[in-house]
C-alpha cells in the first residue's frame, strides 16, 4: 500500500482561500513549477494537469518557468540588458540553455528541453536545436555578475542548417 508521501494528489481550490484552480497535481510525473493564487498569493509546487480547465488559469499566476532556480529573483528587463550590452550589438555566448515552450496564454505547454545559444542582443536571442521551433519559449541565461535571468522569447525565424536549426527569437515582458 502506497503511503499519502508517494501517491499524487490534485488540488482544485485553494486552500487557503478556496477559490477554485485549475487542476494542480502535487506528486505526479509532469514538470513540477511553482503556481500562485492570484487571490490569496499562496503558493504550490505541482504541474498543471492536462485536462485543468481553462476557464480557470486566470486564478494562478506561474511564479517560476525553472524550478531549480526560483530561489534567484530578477527583474531584469531588455533596458537592462540593452545597457549591459550597449557596446555590443550581438555577444557571440555559446551555453546550454534549459527552454519550455508556452501557449497562448505563456503557461508551460510541455517538458524542459534544452537549446544551445549562439549570441544574443539586447533584444533577442539565437538559438540552435536539432528540432525546428516555433511560438514562445521561457529560456533561462546566465549572465555574468547578474546570474540566472528567466526570459521570454518569441520566435521570429527559422532556418536549417545542416542537420541543425537555428532560430532567433525576440524578447518580450509577460504582461
Known amino acids: 500500500m502506497q503511503s499519502v508521501a508517494e501517491r499524487d494528489f490534485q488540488i482544485t481550490q485553494c486552500v487557503t482561500c478556496d477559490q ?3 487542476t494542480l497535481v502535487v506528486g505526479g510525473s509532469g514538470p513540477t ?38 530561489a534567484v529573483e530578477s527583474t531584469l528587463c531588455a533596458k537592462d540588458l540593452e545597457r549591459e550590452l550597449r557596446r555590443h550589438p550581438r ?17 508551460p505547454a510541455g517538458e524542459d528541453f534544452t537549446v544551445i545559444s549562439r549570441n544574443l542582443s539586447s533584444s533577442g536571442i539565437a538559438i540552435v536545436h536539432t528540432h525546428p521551433l516555433e511560438g514562445k519559449l521561457a529560456v533561462l541565461i546566465e ?7 528567466q526570459l521570454l522569447v518569441n520566435i521570429v525565424r527559422c532556418k536549417k542548417v545542416g542537420q541543425l536549426y537555428e532560430m532567433g527569437g525576440a524578447f518580450f515582458d509577460r504582461r
Open 91 to 107: 555577444r557571440p555566448v555559446m551555453m546550454c540553455v534549459p527552454a519550455v515552450e508556452l501557449d497562448d496564454e505563456l503557461f
Open 33 to 70: 513549477r511553482e503556481w500562485e493564487c492570484r487571490n490569496c498569493g499562496a503558493t504550490y509546487l505541482a504541474s498543471l494537469a492536462p485536462s485543468a480547465p481553462d476557464h480557470l488559469r486566470a486564478a494562478v499566476k506561474l511564479s517560476h518557468y525553472f524550478l531549480e532556480y526560483r
Open 143 to 149: 549572465l555574468p555578475e547578474i546570474g540566472h535571468v
Open 20 to 22: 477554485p484552480l485549475p
